[in-house]
Structures are given as C-alpha cells and as structure tokens.
C-alpha cells in the first residue's frame, strides 16, 4: 500500500538550490516524485541572524510507513551535508515530513502532520502551489484555507 506524503525541503548554506535538486534526487529512491513546487526564497524564521533560505514543497508517493521514510529522510540529510549545530539554524538541507495522507502520527521521533506547519508561510505557499485541495487531519481545513488565514508576514518570494 502506498502513502502519498507531502515534504517540506529548505537550505540557506552553499549552493541552495543544489541542495533542493539533489535531496528530490535522493528522494526518488523511496518512492515517485508526483510533483515538486517551485523554488520560494524565503527570511528565515525565529533564527533570523542567518542566511535567507530556498524552500520548496515535494509530493512523494512512498511504499514506506513514515517512520521508515523518516528514518531514510534523515540519512539523505546526512548525505548532502547537513549538521545539526543550532536548533532552527544555518543547513544545507532540511526535510520535513508535512502530512502523510490523513495520518496522524505522534510518537516520541515524530509528529505529523508537522506541529508548526499552519503558522509557516514559507511552508504553506509551495505545498497551496502543488496540493491547494490537501486537508490537514487535525485541523480539518484545506492548504489554501490555512495559507488564507495567515497573518501578515513572512517574506516568501517565488523565483519561478
């Protein structure tokens, strides 16, 4: 059986968009890529002594339960560089699981859907591009509706 996952990908160090393309690569290996969003330029958020960051939003559909594709996600980071120095800091690459399905997760490793992802404008704008219609399982709105009620703030710009 398979689960459609939407992921959250970001870097602010080096060739950010290197990054981006080489972890959605590295992706392909757990499962299709359905769709990936543009490239957002985005002002770091709650670190804001850092780097603007290259954020992006990925579709994966994946054979893995998502505790597994965590476990493969976090190996991917490794890969492309990415060292946890500063919790909220400077990296090469960061993913994130944002939904899987209408799953809810919440074990001591892992929640989703992500706890932050309804405040985060640099999340939501790429994954409304991709997956408007997609409902969060807790809050029971729609990508777009959660993108609608966000405050003012956050710059997030669209490279397309």
């Not at 870097?11 to 690569?25: K, P, Q, T, W, Y």
């Not at 120095?85 to 690459?93: E, F």
């Not at 490793?109 to 994954?127: G, S």
Request: aromatic fraction near 4%; glycine fraction near 4%; include cysteine.
């Amino acid at each position: 059986m398979s689960n459609l996952f939407y992921l959250s990908l970001g870097s602010n160090i080096g060739d950010r968009e290197r990054h981006l393309r080489d972890a959605i690569h590295q992706l392909r290996a757990h499962g299709r890529v359905i769709s990936a969003s543009s490239f957002y330029e985005t002002e770091p958020v709650e670190v804001t002594d850092q780097a603007w960051f290259l954020n992006c939003a990925v579709a994966l559909e994946s054979n893995e339960a998502p505790a597994q594709l965590m476990t493969e996600i976090l190996s991917i980071e490794k890969a492309l560089g990415r060292e946890r120095l500063q919790k909220k800091g400077p990296r090469t690459i960061d993913i994130d699981i944002l939904l899987a399905g209408d799953e809810i997760v919440d074990t001591a490793d892992l929640t989703i859907p992500h706890p932050e992802m309804a405040q985060r404008r640099f999340v939501l704008e790429p994954l409304a591009e991709i997956a408007p219609e997609a409902r969060h399982p807790v809050l029971k709105e729609t990508i777009r509706e959660l993108l609608a009620a966000l405050p003012p703030g956050q710059t997030v710009r669209n490279l397309r």
